[in-house]
């Protein structure tokens, strides 16, 4: 993934030996995560700025996951685990989560190589360019997937008027449609806020605020 950014919005990939799993990295400096951007309204500008020089389309034959064939085996895993641990929060969430992913799945278009995991811890602060991201868990689907970790950023300030008022700045400097934003928002929390032993409650608390906005 790196290799594909090429340094454009992400740190430099100088080196790497993929026999060790080693990477030589450019260094971030002053490093400062974008966390310490205290104006969530500046912080989430800035961040879509960053989004837009690091999406760009998968090359032929791509070794990255694919999230038309992905989203839904996670809803499927929600439900388990969600039976499984007796059944934490109201089933309507979880349908939602379920019919958001069906549809986004198959109305996809556009696809680019998505950071997956693009929220403040990491996107430094840097003298190359003025901010760098990290760090990223490469799938290929469509851009409006790929705010759904910026949308329950700085998880300490989860609330309906902050994740609203991203939503809205979002669409507007990244001329995304807010409804697919949400829905991917609500699946992604869910995926990554429910797991076999444990939930996330703030994670599935950002997928309630989302299904009801």
């Known amino acids: 993934m790196l290799a594909l950014w090429g340094g454009r919005g992400a740190v430099l990939l100088v080196s790497a030996d993929p026999e060790r799993g080693a990477l030589l990295l450019e260094r971030a400096l002053p490093g400062d995560p974008l966390w310490e951007v205290v104006d969530d309204e500046e912080a989430t500008v800035i961040a879509a700025s960053v989004l837009l020089r690091i999406w760009q389309e998968p090359p032929a034959n791509h070794p990255f996951r694919v999230v ?3 989203a839904e085996a996670w809803m499927s895993r929600l439900r388990r685990d969600w ?3 007796g059944r ?3 089933e309507r969430l979880v ?5 958001a992913a069906r549809h986004l799945s198959a109305t996809q278009s556009d696809l680019v190589v998505c950071h997956q995991d693009f929220q403040g811890s990491n996107v430094l602060r840097a003298e190359r360019e003025p901010w760098l991201a990290i760090d990223p ?3 290929v689907g469509e851009r409006a997937f790929d705010v759904a970790s910026l949308l329950r ?3 300490w300030d989860i609330r309906a008027d902050v994740i609203g008022r991203r939503l809205e700045l979002l669409a507007a400097e990244l001329g995304l449609d807010r409804e697919r934003m ?3 928002g609500i699946v992604h929390a869910l995926y990554w806020g429910v797991e076999p032993a444990k939930i996330e409650e703030d994670m ?3 997928a309630r605020i989302l299904a009801a906005l």
């Open 137 to 139: 868990k490469p799938i």
């Open 182 to 184: 949400r829905g991917w």
């Open 153 to 155: 950023d700085r998880r």
């Open 204 to 206: 599935v608390e950002c």
């Open 68 to 70: 038309a064939d992905e």
């Open 88 to 90: 934490p929060f109201e």
């Open 95 to 99: 349908e939602a989560g379920e019919e």
């Open 83 to 85: 039976e499984g641990l």
